[in-house]
T-cell receptor
Framework: GENVEQHPSTLSVQEGDSAVIKCTYS??????FPWYKQELGKRPQLIID?????GEKKDQRIAVTLNKTAKHFSLHITETQPEDSAVYFC????????????FGTGTKLQVIP | KAGVTQTPRYLIKTRGQQVTLSCSPI?????VSWYQQTPGQGLQFLFE???????NKGNFPGRFSGRQFSNSRSEMNVSTLELGDSALYLC???????????FGPGTRLTVL
């Protein structure tokens, strides 16, 4: 089955700096890669996603890159703000078949004002 | 549109008991997935239902089961509860497979 590894498990950055979270996956059939943000005590919410036919996607301060050959994808947050502090989860799934989403173990991001 | 709802929000049970959790997806969403979230293990996939059929199952013992009704509402059942079953149980719905999932607020289960 699919295995998703996520690094780092914790990340502290100064406000205004960039943050990068990296994930690798094992199943070459995976073709949908969402990123979720979970604030303390709240439900995970999708912040950005990318499909395997695209190498990069950007939404304001957030971008995701995908390298299918190396089977890794990364989340980039620029100009971090205190409200970016949360746990971020990457995930991988095969949208062509049955929906089984495999999540990474999460990265706790702390943005220091 | 109303979001994904889960009931109950909190539950306290003792070892050996069984529990049923409920999830109502967003209107029009046919896929419902269940996850177990614990501090050490992150989000672990339990199973996914689509049009009343279980399409995929994670690596959990047979004590964990579920079902989906014709209106896409889903229930999850855990029998013979163990202390290690204490967790936040999240359900998520999506319009079809392989698209954005919307999570419910979760049910916090505590097993004493």
């Amino acid at each position: 089955g699919e295995n998703v590894e996520q690094h780092p498990s914790t990340l502290s950055v100064q406000e205004g700096d960039s943050a990068v979270i990296k994930c690798t996956y094992s199943d070459s059939a995976s073709n949908y890669f969402p990123w979720y943000k979970q604030e303390l005590g709240k439900r995970p919410q999708l912040i950005i996603d990318i499909r395997s036919n695209v190498g990069e996607k950007k939404d304001q301060r957030i971008a995701v890159t995908l390298n299918k050959t190396a089977k890794h994808f990364s989340l980039h947050i620029t100009e971090t703000q205190p409200e970016d502090s949360a746990v971020y989860f990457c995930a991988a799934s095969d949208s062509g078949g049955y929906q089984k989403v495999t999540f990474g173990t999460g990265t706790k991001l702390q943005v220091i004002p | 549109k109303a979001g994904v709802t889960q009931t109950p929000r909190y539950l306290i049970k003792t070892r050996g008991q069984q529990v049923t959790l409920s999830c109502s997806p967003i209107s029009g969403h046919r896929s419902v997935s269940w996850y177990q979230q614990t501090p050490g293990q992150g989000l672990q996939f339990l199973f996914e239902y689509f049009s009343e059929t279980q399409r995929n199952k994670g690596n959990f013992p047979g004590r964990f089961s579920g079902r989906q009704f014709s209106n896409s509402r889903s229930e999850m059942n855990v029998s013979t509860l163990e202390l290690g079953d204490s967790a936040l149980y999240l359900c998520a719905s999506s319009r079809i497979q392989g698209t954005e999932q919307f999570f419910g607020p979760g049910t916090r289960l505590t097993v004493l």
